[in-house]
């Protein structure tokens, strides 16, 4: 039985107080609280294992060399990996799409060729691409989001042709609350012998992913919104892929010879993680896929559908409010807005309450453009949040709307 009382007792942050009033955390879209699992497993990696990795052959070198494969191994079975060589730790989603957009995009793009995105990217599957096109000459193409905020996919099969060399989507969207049919867009980018490029930031933490099964060759997504630390992602990709592209960084341990004119490349994965990495970090990642397997992702999608659900029901409930995305279909992140009241000054009131949403573009701006607004408030819900903080949320929302009104008036 999935029991959000239970789990929320792993959490320590969600016990403290904000403001005088118990803390509501709705701002998992932005990073994820932390149990007390992955707490622990950071202070006993460094209160007893710490040593950097693959260099020595002391016992703490063999020990943090372990635990850190160790978690890669289990990270690569949480995203159905057939294998943990194309399994590449990186700093976050950001940094994983950054290296494919230089590793891969540099060798493999040519004047004329095109990238097709949607016009919901996160800059970060944006901003790397266009910095490629125009090192490259490539062209970048849209998709077009729907009114409900689906994606055009009859648009989106005239826009796949020969020229195209990658497709890259975001699984699951962090404003609109859709999960994309990226399986269908890998077939696509494939039937005209394209790449597919899957940013999984938003789905890893709350889906349950099989790279495989979703038919991509890039897969990236953050540790830190799936209840692990920051500083610590992945990029998954084919070993075969990666074996072909060129290095990201380089540096220590990326390498098997160096000369002084010259180097070689060490085997994947270690190919792309050059310099010490973040050890702890992926540590604590293997950690919290540990926490995140013992619940069972199907059930935290299951647990996430139901609350936003029932926040999107509540919040509709409020009449003069518009929220962004589809009806139906939705993961558990509601952005909406609220006639003549800014984002940002609702954000703050609610603090005041201990109520943690967000308010601005949510790294989106050409999307914010295309729903015709600069900003909008969105309370992004997690495994540990409850229909209670969604009512909390709504009895704030009316209290803010009476203020405003007030103020306006
Ligand atoms: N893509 C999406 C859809 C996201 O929501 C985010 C984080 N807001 C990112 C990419 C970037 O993740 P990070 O900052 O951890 O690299």
Redesign the pocket.
Known sequence: MYEAAKIRRDFPILSREVNGGKLVYLDN??TSQKPRQVIEALTDYYERHNANIHRGVHRLAEEATAAYEGAREKVAAFLGAPETTGLVFT???????NLVAHAWGRKELREGDEIVLTEA??H??LVPWQLAAQATGAKLRFIPIREDGTLDMEEAERLVGPKIKLVGC?H???VLATVNPVEKLAELAHANGARMLV?G??SAPHLPVNVEELGCDFF?C?G??MLGPTGV?VLWSKPELLEEMDPFLGGGEMIREVHLDHSTWNDLPYKFEAGTMNIAQAVGLGAAVDYLDALGMDNVREHERKLGEYAYRRLSELGDITIYGPAEDRTGIVSFSLPDVHPHDLSQLLDEEGIAIRSGH??TQPLMRRLGTVATARASFYLYNTEEEVDTLVEALVKAREFFGAFAK
């Not at 700093?91 to 799409?97: F, H, L, M, Q």
Request: glycine letters at 8%; hydrophobic letters at 30%.
């Open positions: 879209a932005a700093r976050g989603t950001t940094e994983a799409i990217e996160h970060s599957n975001i699951a969207s962090n940013d930031a938003q990236a953050s830190h919104k992602g949510h790294c």
